[in-house]
């Protein structure tokens, strides 16, 4: 089917370890985004990328980093995973104009 | 900075009422506006998409309304299923297109 996929759907690490969440879309979608959510926080945007090889931050970037190699692909790193970090993280990609927003089945990540 | 705020938190009514779900927001300079629904444990699902233009838009028995100058949307949902128990989120686009900014959502059960 059509849309976005997240690799992996759960994970727990130990703090300090380091990870990659990949997206993967195959709309043919030029904007690419990170967002976390959090109980009574609602989704935050943590990075996002406007095309291939282009990343900006968003409203919490603080100790992520993402890169977009390919169109179809961005990628968000954890280099030191902090507690802090816990937390459901969903990919979306949309159309330039902003419609066909979507979004993946989420990434469950829990750090002890 | 835009802030998006949904009223009621929650809400619980029995089958075949219609309601109305708000969302108030801070900033009108958006792109537009856009209304998703998300399932327990599920990623985001994309409902109605209103342009800054727009006054209204209609998907089967969903309507959403917009006015920009006083930073409000409504979404109107008409003879309430049990299948539509869900979170509501109401998110606006900002006018770079480059963000989507979300409320904390209104929790729906719609009880047979």
């Not at chain 1, 969440?21 to 945007?45: F, I, K, S, T």
């Not at chain 2, 927001?25 to 990623?43: E, H, M, V």
């Not at chain 2, 917009?66 to 309430?80: E, F, N, P, V």
Request: hydrophobic share 35%.
């Amino acid at each position: 089917n059509a849309g976005v996929t997240q690799t992996p759907k759960f994970r727990v690490l130990k703090t300090g370890q380091s990870m990659t969440l990949l997206c993967a879309q195959d709309m043919n979608h030029e904007y690419m985004y990170w967002y976390r959510q959090d109980p009574g926080m609602g989704l935050r945007l943590i990075h996002y990328s406007v095309g291939e090889g282009t990343t900006a931050k968003g409203e919490v970037p603080d100790g992520y980093n993402v890169s977009r190699l390919k169109k179809q692909n961005f990628l968000l790193g954890l280099e030191s995973a902090a507690p802090s970090q816990t937390s459901v993280y969903f990919c979306a990609s949309s159309n330039r104009d902003g419609y066909g927003y979507t979004f993946g089945s989420g990434t469950r990540l829990t750090v002890v | 900075k835009q802030e998006v705020t949904q009223i009621p938190a929650a809400l619980s009514v029995p089958e075949g009422e219609n309601l109305v779900l708000n969302c108030s927001f801070t900033d009108s300079a958006i792109y537009n506006l856009q209304w998703f629904r998300q399932d327990p444990g599920k990623g985001l699902t994309s409902l109605l998409l209103i342009q800054s233009s727009q006054r209204e838009q209609t998907s089967g028995r969903l309507n959403a309304s917009l006015d920009k100058s006083s930073g409000r949307s409504t979404l109107y949902i008409a003879a309430s299923q049990p299948g539509d128990s869900a979170t509501y989120l109401c998110a606006v686009l900002n006018q770079a297109g480059t963000a989507l900014i979300f409320g904390k959502g209104t929790t729906l059960s719609v009880s047979s």
